[in-house]
């Protein structure tokens, strides 16, 4: 089956900096991948999903690039800001149906220091 | 977006009781609901899939007679523990896919603890 993992497990940044989470997946079958915002004490929340057509997708600030030869993702975020604190988890998927679950990265704890 | 809500969103209960978690979607209809499991500082685990009309089809190693599931219609599904012991404690997480083929759209959690 598939296997996701993530890093870095935790991250601090500055206000203002880029923050990078890399995720690698092990299944060439997935072509959908999610990542999601994690706040303490709260559901995840989607913020950004990428296809396996594209390489790479933009939503303001949050950017998700994908390399499927080397099975590899990755969330970047600009110019952070304290908000921005959270986990985030990564996900693959190896089918675009109704129903398909997902398996997720172990997490990442970013802070995002004022 | 899609809204999925859960009830309650926190319980505390004594050990070897039952207790019932509901997972509803407001604004969709879901055949499929997924039930998670977050320990402390831990990713998401899957515990079962919830089949409207069907039964339940759980992960390996989860006791399908100790988490019952029950997805009584389209927009709603619950979570029973029954004889909670401590080491149940977690926060329980569902999961609904979006009408669309892709997009899951998360509950905001159940914290469960067994005293």
């Known amino acids: 089956g598939e296997n996701v993992e993530q890093h870095p497990s935790t991250l601090s940044v500055q206000e203002g900096d880029s923050a990078v989470i890399k995720c690698t997946y092990s299944d060439s079958a997935s072509n959908y991948f999610p990542w999601y915002k994690q706040e303490l004490g709260k559901g995840p929340q989607l913020i950004i999903d990428i296809r396996s057509n594209v390489g790479e997708k933009k939503d303001q600030r949050i950017a998700v690039t994908l390399n499927k030869t080397a099975k590899h993702f990755s969330l970047h975020i600009t110019e952070t800001q304290p908000e921005d604190s959270a986990v985030y988890f990564c996900?693959?998927?190896?089918?675009?149906?109704?129903?398909?679950?997902?398996?997720f990265g172990p997490g990442t704890r970013l802070s995002v220091l004022p | 977006g899609a809204v999925v809500s859960q009830h309650p969103s926190w319980v505390i209960c004594k050990s070897g009781t039952s207790v019932k978690i509901e997972c509803r979607s407001l604004?969709?209809?879901?055949?499929?609901m997924f039930w998670y499991r977050q320990f402390p500082k831990q990713s998401l685990m899957l515990m079962a899939t919830?089949?409207?009309?069907?039964?339940?089809?759980?992960e390996q190693g989860v006791e399908k007679d100790k988490f019952l599931i029950n997805h009584a219609s389209l927009t709603l599904s619950t979570l029973t523990v029954t004889s909670a012991h401590p080491e149940d404690s977690s926060f329980y997480i569902c999961?609904?896919?979006?009408?669309?083929?892709?997009?899951?759209?998360f509950g905001p959690g159940t914290r469960l603890t067994v005293t």
């Open positions: 999961s609904a896919p979006s009408s669309g083929p892709l997009g899951q759209y």
């Open positions: 604004d969709f209809q879901a055949t499929t």
């Open positions: 996900a693959a998927s190896p089918l675009i149906n109704y129903g398909q679950n997902f398996v």
């Open positions: 919830s089949n409207e009309g069907s039964k339940a089809t759980y």
